[in-house]
């Protein structure tokens, strides 16, 4: 009965595609319509990986995907195209790849994806500066800011990656942490409709190892200025 009992939560529970090996068959290239895009190419600074940008031009709105090329495996990194071509960062020790994607004028967001035997794959269902917004909503500063219908925000990296971000006097681990500072205006209804700076380079730190957010203390100082409007 035991083994009977085993078998039928098995079966139950690849159906309902909790099961490994229930995951969305990856498609082999990309769709009809789409081209490659040769100057935005991208590789890894071991040369073993390479991302490639394909673009359809045939919808009204251009569309674009970015499919990894790895040990003969070519892969789709994200099933939703995007409205922009995109740059790709690598962590020093690969295992980590930060797509930074422009999503309008003046706004982008960050993606993230981690190496695993299959490649690389997303590292969550939301984009990272998505999950970066949302501690930002977790937080004390987010009381001070003007609340407004919609807001315009981007997501970025800051520079030191490469070097682990000694140059702010920090020694942490190795390929351990990204930085990552949000900014964003908001369309402020009065007499004179206007956009208003909100966030200015608000920062936080993102930890690869348990996936969670934190702010350093050498950022508070930083971070206090960065919530008042302009």
Partial sequence: MKGRTSWIGL????????????????PAAPPAGYKIEEKYTRKSPDGATTIEQYLNKDTDDWKW??????????????????????????TNDLKWIVRVQKIGSGTSTLHLYRL????????????????????????????KLVKAPEYHDSAYLLEGLEENYRGLG?????NRYLLIALSGDAD????????????NGWRCRYDLQTGKFDVPALFSA?????????
Avoid at 134 to 139: A, F, G, S
Avoid at 170 to 174: N, S, T
Avoid at 188 to 199: A, D, E, I, L
């Fill in 116 to 143: 695993t035997p299959q490649g690389y794959l997303r590292a969550s269902k939301k984009p990272l500066g998505d999950l970066a917004w949302d501690y930002l909503k977790t937080r004390p500063d987010w009381r």
């Fill in 170 to 174: 920090v020694d942490w681990p190795a």
């Fill in 65 to 90: 995907q970015f499919w990894a090329r790895r040990q003969g495996a070519f892969t789709l990194l994200d099933p939703e195209p995007a409205g922009y071509p995109a740059d790709f960062i690598f």
């Fill in 11 to 26: 079966f139950v529970a690849c159906s309902i595609g909790v099961c490994s090996g229930a995951a969305a068959a990856q």
């Fill in 188 to 199: 402020v209804k009065g007499r004179k409709p206007m956009q208003t700076g909100v966030v």
């Fill in 222 to 230: 930083d971070n206090a200025k960065a919530v008042v409007p302009e």
